[in-house]
Structure formats: structure tokens, C-alpha cells
């Protein structure tokens, strides 16, 4: 089985940083691309990060490039996802996926979550002052 179990999420004030992780349960993280989605209140779910099995390519969604930043520890059987300069707006529930493939599917500049089949349940962040 692919499980995967995200952690990290909490209650951070704007401007702030967070460090979620991904870690797989069940089987070796080594051999997948790992995307990361989230989904605010009343809104649809979206990718906004993936990374290729060996972290030698990256996909980040035009809005957080350069506020977020991908990672792996293959060792440690962990994806990461760091989140900084957050905003109201990135409140949400974070969620890791994998479709069981090495690399990230990305179509027309965009990570679909109907292509990942494997899920985390999912950590909140609140972005609030």
C-alpha cells in the first residue's frame, strides 16, 4: 500500500514559515514523485509543488514559486515542503499525493490532483493574526 501522512501544519502568524513534511508509510518514498496540493474553505483542491524521485526536478504553481521550496530525504523516507512569507490567503488543508510514478505530471503549467491516486489525510494551516 502507498500511505502517506503529512505533518507540520499549524496556527502561524502572517509573514511567518512552516515546515511540513511527508512521510511514507508502507513502502520505500525513493521511487516517487511526490506533489503537494492544498485546499482552502469553499474552494477547489490544487497543486502547488511536486518533486521527481531522485529531487532533480521541481514544479512549483506561479503563485508560490519563490515563497515555497520543495525537498526530499530519501534516507528518511520524508518529502518536505516549506512554506514561508505566508499570507491569509494560504490557509488551507495541505495534502501530499503520489500517482506512483517517478516524475511529476504536469500539464500546461499545472499539477492536476485527478492524476495522483495516493493520499495523505491532510494537515491544516491557519494563517492568521
Known amino acids: 500500500q502507498l500511505q502517506l501522512v503529512e505533518s507540520g501544519g499549524g496556527l502561524v502568524q502572517p509573514g511567518g514559515s512552516l515546515r511540513l513534511s511527508c512521510a511514507a508509510s508502507?513502502?520505500?518514498?525513493?521511487?516517487?514523485?511526490i506533489g503537494w496540493f492544498r485546499q482552502a474553505p469553499g474552494k477547489e483542491r490544487e497543486g502547488i509543488s511536486c518533486?521527481?524521485?531522485?529531487?532533480?526536478?521541481?514544479y512549483y504553481k506561479d503563485s508560490v514559486k519563490g515563497r515555497f521550496a520543495i525537498s526530499r530525504d530519501n534516507a528518511k523516507n520524508t518529502v518536505y515542503l516549506l512554506i514561508n512569507s505566508l499570507v491569509p490567503e494560504d490557509t488551507a488543508v495541505y495534502y501530499c499525493?503520489?500517482?506512483?510514478?517517478?516524475?511529476?505530471?504536469?500539464?500546461?503549467?499545472?499539477?492536476?490532483?485527478?492524476?495522483?491516486?495516493?493520499w495523505g489525510q491532510g494537515t491544516q494551516v491557519t494563517v492568521s493574526s
Open positions: 499525493a503520489t500517482s506512483g510514478l517517478w516524475y511529476c505530471q504536469v500539464y500546461d503549467n499545472q499539477l492536476t490532483p485527478g492524476l495522483f491516486n495516493s
Open positions: 508502507g513502502f520505500t518514498l525513493a521511487g516517487y514523485a
Open positions: 518533486i521527481s524521485s531522485g529531487g532533480g526536478n521541481s
